[in-house]
């Protein structure tokens, strides 16, 4: 058995995965208490992305040796890969008691911490990491300065934030990524002339880097400077002529014609893009959509488990928690797979979809009893084809439940496009459009739906009943 545990190992080094875990199952078919043989099965199915079947090697391999550091960090590494960063955590932990110098685990400690949103956690383990070496002498210590700038960032500390990307800039100052992040945490700052440069020097490094990018432009148009805002994006497009993000955020900036609606490519990149920082970042905004659409629904229903619901737009499901009480069955649909994946991982639906919200509703004729979406129509100019749709998927005295935000620009198109690029719209459009798709029992209510730069967002929560 070691010699074909020695050839497994070969195949691996070679990149052979699946040779190799052929190997290592027959390894541990004929000795069960292998526990190196469950370990490297478990490296090999990880980088498969066979993330479950690698924990329940790792977890096999710890039953035989349970005192091993290395086991539990490969367990830590997979369940958090897995989506699982609260039972990551207690295994970095488990590393750190048996190996307090163990640096990937202190690092992926704060990683796990950080997207559990346990940010004064996760900021510890980051300190502490940076205290045990200096200089660094391991990987991870040149990125723990750059985590920790961001999770003082989101706490609003914005000077400690400055204070740890240049110290992640003095250990790499070829770094785009710390570049554009020290420019946000300047823009925090009201330091607007420095952030402009820390962006350039970004965009001189990685000419493609979004985050840079959608800074520098957002500087610029809180300069009230939109032309250079659009040229930020209008060089993006030279480099990547098809990229639907840079060709939405030009039309928002008035660079070309605006379109009736965002396109789905640009939704689905944008959410994509953002799905793994979704939560916490609206968070950080006081994000209200969602219960501001509960508190609508249960102006009309009960919350007795009896209706057919669909969250349109249902993005991770952060509307899940508020639509459960009400549903006998839960549908949501997105356009993001990734967003979806969230979604999954939150549970509590029925069902998920990945489409596109108005051939979707077209393909549901009076299938649900309510419609309910939270930020998502904001991605459509023109109303007229999803609100038609969503009238002929809900049953006979059903209710449509939506936001948008609010723009006091009467007459025109009743809507427009704003430089973040999100739609808004009037009063007075939003029910011509709902009267033409015949609902009635209709109510615009003004509300906050979230903050952005530190101020209010407008907008209406829109509540209509099918007839």
Request: hydrophobic residues 45%; charged residues 20%; glycine residues 6%.
């Amino acid at each position: 058995m070691d010699d074909l545990f020695e050839h497994a190992k070969a195949l691996h080094s070679e990149g052979r995965l699946s040779e190799a875990i052929d190997c290592y199952r027959r390894v541990l078919a004929a000795d069960s208490t292998a526990y190196r043989a469950f370990n490297n099965l478990g490296v090999a199915l990880e980088a498969q992305g066979c993330f479950a079947e690698a924990i329940a090697a790792y977890r096999c391999a710890l039953e035989i040796q349970p005192a091993l550091p290395a086991l539990y960090y490969n367990l830590g590494h997979a369940l958090q890969a897995q989506g699982c960063p609260e039972e990551a955590v207690d295994c970095y932990r488990q590393v750190l008691n048996l190996q307090p110098d163990h640096v990937a685990a202190r690092y992926n400690l704060g990683n796990a911490l950080w997207a559990l949103e346990r940010l004064p956690e996760a900021e510890a383990a980051y300190r502490q990491l940076l205290e045990r070496q200096s200089p660094p002498e391991h990987e991870d210590l040149f990125k723990a300065p750059s985590n920790l700038a961001l999770v003082l960032y989101e706490q609003n500390r914005f000077a400690e934030a400055e204070t740890a990307v240049r110290q992640a800039l003095a250990l790499n100052p070829q770094s785009a990524p710390d570049h554009a992040s020290l420019g946000r945490i300047l823009c925090a700052q009201q330091q607007f002339t420095a952030a402009r440069e820390s962006y350039r020097q970004a965009l001189d490094l990685q000419p493609t880097l979004l985050a840079a990018r959608e800074g520098l432009a957002d500087l610029h148009f809180r300069l009230n400077e939109p032309e250079q805002a659009a040229a930020v994006y209008a060089e993006m497009l030279k480099l990547y002529p098809d990229d639907p993000i840079a060709r939405h955020i030009i039309a928002a900036y008035g660079g070309a014609e605006p379109p009736p609606r965002a396109s789905n490519a640009y939704v689905e990149k944008l959410f994509d893009l953002f799905a793994d920082s979704f939560d916490k970042n609206l968070a950080r905004l006081q994000y209200r959509a969602p219960t501001l659409v509960a508190a609508a629904l249960a102006q009309v229903c009960e919350p007795r488990g009896q209706l057919d619901i669909l969250d349109a737009g249902c993005g991770t499901g952060l509307c899940q928690p508020h639509l459960r009480p009400y549903a006998r069955r839960l549908v949501g649909v997105d356009l993001s797979e990734k967003m979806l994946e969230k979604a999954r991982r939150r549970g509590g639906y029925d069902e998920l979809v990945k489409a596109e919200l108005t051939a979707f509703l077209a393909g549901c004729s009076q299938a649900f009893d309510v419609i309910v979406s939270a930020d998502t129509l904001v991605y459509f100019g023109d109303l007229t084809a999803v609100i038609e749709a969503a009238a002929g998927a809900l049953r006979a005295g059903g209710w449509l439940v939506f936001t948008l935000e609010q723009s006091e620009e009467e007459g025109g198109a009743g809507f427009r496009l704003n430089p973040h690029g999100r739609y808004s719209h009037t009063r007075s459009y939003v029910w011509g459009v709902l009267e033409r798709a015949g609902f009635a029992r209709c109510s615009l209510t003004a509300e906050v739906l979230r903050l952005e730069q530190g101020e209010a967002v407008p907008g209406w929560v829109v509540l209509a009943g099918s007839r």
